[in-house]
């Protein structure tokens, strides 16, 4: 295996969350940083990156959830990355995966895979726990407070309307595109 680049992919959920503590220590040649639910794999800098990816390359994740929230997407990405050499490490569970692993290192990813993924669904759980809890109570569940208020909706709505670049958009008004299709799709 040729010596490649060393890679780091950082995730976090939402636009107002930093991914300054993950991988901050590595030097690394490459960084993908991404603002965006983990929930599956449709992840445009996850993507990017998967395709950027070669025989070789080292790519460094801070943790598991990081790289998916649910055991079949990561054993999915991690198995399509190493069955085309490239090494994968997880730094906060101190394991590396080159696709030659031995069956205790198999079971360990699955493992830790299926307790992200039990911590995921435990949240939900608890969510729509407090939802029905509020709702029972005479409160009128609202979801959480939209991120921009009337004005600056309908702003948005004109210039993506106008052909401005969305990503650009989503930038400048401090929200994830996933905001801000929602938001287009309000108006439609």
Known sequence: MSAGQKVGYLRVSSITQSTERQLDS???????????????QLRPVLQEMLRFLREGDQLFVHS???LARNLSD????????????????????????????????????????????FERSIIRSRQAEGIALAKAKGNVYKGRKPSLNPAK????RSR?????????????FKISRETLYSYLRDAG
């Not at 990355?81 to 692993?101: A, H, I, M, N, W």
């Not at 909706?153 to 948005?156: Q, S, V």
């Open 153 to 156: 909706a309908e702003e948005l």
């Open 64 to 66: 598991m959830d990081r």
């Open 26 to 40: 590595l030097p690394l040649d490459r960084v993908f940083e991404e603002k965006a639910s983990g929930k599956d």
């Open 160 to 172: 993506a309307l106008a052909g401005e670049k969305k990503s650009a958009l989503a930038r400048e």
């Open 74 to 117: 990561l054993l999915k990405i991690v198995t399509d990355l190493t069955s085309k050499g490239v090494r994968v490490t997880f730094v906060k569970e101190s394991l590396t995966f080159t696709g030659d692993d031995d069956p205790m290192a198999r079971l360990m990813l699955s493992i830790m895979g299926g307790v992200a993924e």
